[in-house]
């Protein structure tokens, strides 16, 4: 089992960068598969990127694609999230997750871990 807690979150006008940390407890952090996901006010959680448990495998959503990067630490059971030219769409609250396998996944279902969430709202 993992626990995991995002930091980072704030608030950045349009255009400017954030950083999103995720923080997991558990000696087997190299054992899972991490990704972002986020909720906007009114909408669905939806997925935002994923990363294997080697950090050789990611995928973006086409939303964040050339703006976000992914990275893992495995031997600090650490994930990250760079974002940059940010805009006021990506306001939402950003959640960390794992999951009891190796490979990437889009699918919220298929993770087992969340953590509570990190705000991100950017202004225009």
């Known amino acids: 089992q993992v626990q995991v807690v995002e930091s980072g979150g704030g608030l950045v006008q349009a255009g400017g960068s954030l950083r999103l940390s995720c923080a997991a407890s558990?000696?087997?952090?190299?054992?899972?598969?991490m990704g972002w996901f986020r909720q906007a006010p009114g909408k669905e959680r939806e997925f935002v990127a994923t990363?294997?448990?080697?950090?050789?495998?990611?995928i973006y959503a086409d939303s964040v694609k050339g703006r976000f990067t992914i990275s893992r630490d495995n031997a600090k059971n650490t994930m990250t999230l760079q974002m940059n030219s940010l805009k006021p769409e990506d306001t939402a609250i950003y959640y960390c997750?794992?999951?009891?396998?190796?490979?990437?996944?889009?699918?919220?279902?298929?993770?087992?871990?969340w953590g509570q969430g990190t705000q991100v709202t950017v202004s225009s």
């Open positions: 997750a794992a999951r009891e396998s190796r490979g990437v996944a889009t699918r919220s279902r298929d993770y087992d871990y």
């Open positions: 990363i294997s448990w080697s950090g050789t495998a990611t």
């Open positions: 558990g000696r087997t952090f190299s054992s899972y598969a």
